[in-house]
């Protein structure tokens, strides 16, 4: 006589195929992930990735203390100063992965040429935030001067954020771009970009 199985067994089957399912397509996202890792030359595309995080996060900042310095009527030194503070840690950030771009890119040396022209950028940059904070520690800093000194670091950190997305391009790592949208951010008047 046939005996069906029992509702252990048939449980047990269940939860052996679940786990094998589940198991295989993580070791799938892995090999994607691994994949576009390898194809994208592993440490300078993370470092692309790190560097165009920090030139958004900078020109944030810098935006972000324009805009205090020039809409308070009295500014508080340890506001300034601590803006001015992480945006000069970005912009160290942003130096740092440059460097590591440059080594691991220095049989290219198209890809070379253009990391020094951004390092250049990044020198006049980390000037003037030492300018900045120096206003901005005093303790009455002077808002006109911050304001001036934090456009120009706006403007030199768009200009830098459009040479890095063409060194991306170059090197083949569009993928590593926090974000696209650095004509239309620093162009009002742009129309805003569809996503794809």
Sequence with gaps: M??????K???????VLAVTTIGASVASAQLRINDKVARNNGASFFANNRASRNIQHARDYSRSIQQYTTQIQTIDPTVTQSESQMLGHKI???????VVIREAN????????????????????ANIQEMLHKECCKDSPDGKVCSDMAGKLTSTL?????????????????????????????????PPKTPK
């Design 2 to 7: 046939f005996k069906w199985p029992g509702t």
């Design 9 to 15: 067994s048939v449980l047990s089957l269940a939860v």
């Design 92 to 98: 160290q950030g942003i130096q740092r992965e440059m």
């Design 106 to 125: 220095a049989s290219n040396p198209q890809v070379v040429e253009q990391v020094k022209g951004i390092e250049t950028k990044l020198t006049q940059c």
């Design 158 to 190: 768009d200009q830098i954020g459009k040479d890095h997305a063409k060194l991306l391009k170059t090197m083949g790592h569009e993928d590593a771009a926090y974000s696209h949208d650095i004509e239309s951010k620093s162009d009002e008047s742009a």
